[in-house]
Antibody, heavy 120, light 108 residues
Framework: EVQLVESGGGLVQSGRSLRLSCVASGFTFDDYAMHWVRQVSGKGLEWVSG????????GYADSVKGRFTISRDNAKNSLYLQMNSLRVEDTAIYYCAKGSNFGPNCFDPWGQGTRVTVSS | DIVMTQSPATLSVSPGERATLSCRAS??????LAWYQQKPGQAPRLLIY???TRATGIPARFSGSGSGTVFTLTISSLQSEDFAVYYCQQYDNWPPLTFGGGTKVEIK
């Protein structure tokens, strides 16, 4: 069974940094692209960043470009999101999602998410 | 960026009835369109990819259609567990990957 377990969320002040982690199991991690998607409470889904299976392909949403850095460690079956210069508007649940078997930029499955709260 | 627009925002349907959800892209995404279901307090779940192919384990009452810029998700006979929020997502062009704003299917 595929499992994605996020961690690293919490309460942080505006301007500070936070590093999210996602540990994967149940599949060959280094065969798949991985993504971060966030959701503000009661709102819709926003793709944040994605990384190809070998880290050669990386993309970011404009809203986080230059502040967030995605990375992965295939030896540790882990995905990361380094979030710097955090803003109040970054407050959200952050989901880790696996690129699907049907295409790298389709998400299947998703982790349960980790909550990030940025205070002013 | 490709903008995805879903309608309606809320759909009130009685159990057993058909629900039709729409998704429109600001430019062609070919068939690179996915649908997700999200229930309260849960992560989203992939329902449909490639505009019309059901993901593993998804019941046959869910069907997708369309290509280019206009897409539809149909739930043929709503069950109690189908009341949720549904999102479309284009994966034709990245970055960024973009979602529609969602359609909430509620009990009438």
């Amino acid at each position: 069974e595929v499992q994605l377990v996020e961690s690293g969320g919490g309460l942080v002040q505006s301007g500070r940094s936070l590093r999210l982690s996602c540990v994967a199991s149940g599949f060959t991690f280094d065969d798949y692209a991985m993504h971060w998607v966030r959701q503000v409470s009661g709102k819709g889904l926003e793709w944040v960043s994605g990384i190809g299976y070998n880290s050669a392909s990386i993309g970011y949403a404009d809203s986080v470009k230059g502040r967030f850095t995605i990375s992965r460690d295939n030896a540790k079956n882990s995905l990361y999101l380094q979030m710097n210069s955090l803003r109040v508007e970054d407050t959200a649940i952050y989901y880790c999602a696996k690129g699907s078997n049907f295409g790298p930029n389709c998400f299947d499955p998703w982790g349960q998410g980790t909550r990030v709260t940025v205070s002013s | 960026d490709i903008v995805m627009t879903q309608s309606p925002a809320t759909l009130s349907v009685s159990p057993g009835e058909r629900a039709t959800l729409s998704c429109r892209a600001s430019q062609s995404v070919s068939s690179n369109l996915a649908w997700y279901q999200q229930k309260p307090g849960q992560a989203p779940r992939l329902l449909i990819y490639g505009a019309f192919t059901r993901a593993t384990g998804i019941p046959a009452r869910f069907s997708g259609s369309g290509s280019g810029t206009v897409f539809t998700l149909t739930i043929s006979s709503l069950q109690s567990e189908d009341f949720a929020v549904y999102y479309c997502q284009q994966y034709d062009n990245w970055p960024p990957l973009t979602f529609g704003g969602g359609t909430k299917v509620e009990i009438k």
